[in-house]
């Protein structure tokens, strides 16, 4: 039996998609589904780069740079965001797959599989949020998805808003799929399932939030 990798499908229904994973011997499109999220993620990386999206902190220090250094930071800042856009959900794709690979007795190329599902729950997520940065200067820490709204209530510490940011709607989605992906797959129980993905989800979250915060002062 042949599989194909389809994310919108497996996020509708995930029960249904994962058991027919299970049962395959081969799985196809997923190099060719993984190059369009990461696609659509550069795209919207760039879209808000020019918007400006994000260039909160640089404007605040316009006054130290001739219109020429203003503009390079604004290309390398474009730049950044659409290196962003692949590397990240590209370091999550195959770090994520390789810690479950090391814990699971399931083949790598299904567990790229059921990452693929999550990139786009993610993608979602940024291409909901867009619209509230672009029309009401929304940040992304704050975003009306997330527990980070309620961080300026709590701390003043930017690191517990960005770990905040991480817990959302989207990413309790995520979570979930994430559980019924790994427990059609395995034969582990749901609670030692669930142990673990919300594990490798708090070990990528920090290093989101610590990846949150970049400092101007040094331009």
């Given at each position: 039996?042949?599989?194909k990798s389809?994310?919108?499908?497996?996020?509708?229904?995930?029960?249904?998609?994962?058991?027919?994973l299970?049962?395959a011997?081969?799985?196809?499109?997923v190099?060719?589904?993984?190059l369009?999220?990461?696609?659509?993620?550069?795209?919207?990386?760039?879209l808000?780069?020019?918007f400006g999206?994000?260039?909160?902190?640089?404007?605040?220090?316009?006054?130290?740079?001739?219109?020429?250094?203003?503009?390079?930071?604004?290309?390398?800042f474009a730049?950044?965001?659409?290196?962003?856009?692949?590397?990240?959900?590209?370091?999550f794709?195959?770090?994520?797959?390789?810690i479950?690979?090391?814990?699971?007795?399931?083949?790598?190329?299904?567990?790229?599989?059921i990452q693929?599902?999550?990139?786009l729950?993610f993608?979602l997520?940024?291409?909901f949020?867009?619209?509230?940065?672009?029309?009401?200067g929304?940040?992304?820490?704050?975003?009306p998805?997330?527990?980070?709204?309620w961080g300026p209530y709590?701390?003043?510490?930017a690191?517990?808003?960005?770990?905040?940011r991480?817990?959302?709607l989207?990413?309790?989605?995520?979570?979930?799929?994430?559980?019924?992906a790994?427990?059609?797959?395995t034969?582990?129980?749901v609670?030692?399932i669930?142990m673990?993905?919300?594990?490798?989800?708090?070990?990528?979250?920090l290093l989101a939030?610590a990846?949150?915060?970049?400092?101007f002062?040094?331009?």
């Amino acid at each position: 039996m042949m599989y194909k990798s389809n994310p919108l499908k497996e996020i509708l229904h995930p029960k249904i998609a994962f058991a027919q994973l299970r049962e395959a011997e081969r799985v196809k499109n997923v190099i060719l589904v993984a190059l369009l999220l990461l696609l659509m993620n550069v795209i919207l990386s760039l879209l808000r780069a020019y918007f400006g999206i994000g260039t909160e902190e640089l404007t605040k220090h316009l006054d130290r740079y001739t219109g020429e250094q203003f503009a390079f930071l604004q290309l390398l800042f474009a730049f950044g965001h659409a290196l962003g856009g692949l590397c990240v959900p590209l370091l999550f794709l195959f770090i994520s797959s390789i810690i479950y690979y090391l814990l699971f007795d399931i083949d790598f190329v299904k567990l790229l599989t059921i990452q693929l599902p999550i990139l786009l729950i993610f993608l979602l997520e940024d291409l909901f949020l867009f619209p509230f940065q672009l029309c009401f200067g929304v940040k992304d820490l704050f975003s009306p998805f997330s527990l980070g709204v309620w961080g300026p209530y709590i701390t003043k510490h930017a690191f517990i808003w960005a770990l905040l940011r991480t817990v959302s709607l989207f990413s309790i989605w995520a979570i979930s799929i994430q559980i019924i992906a790994l427990r059609s797959l395995t034969e582990k129980s749901v609670q030692r399932i669930a142990m673990i993905v919300i594990a490798v989800y708090l070990f990528f979250a920090l290093l989101a939030a610590a990846g949150t915060e970049f400092p101007f002062n040094g331009f």
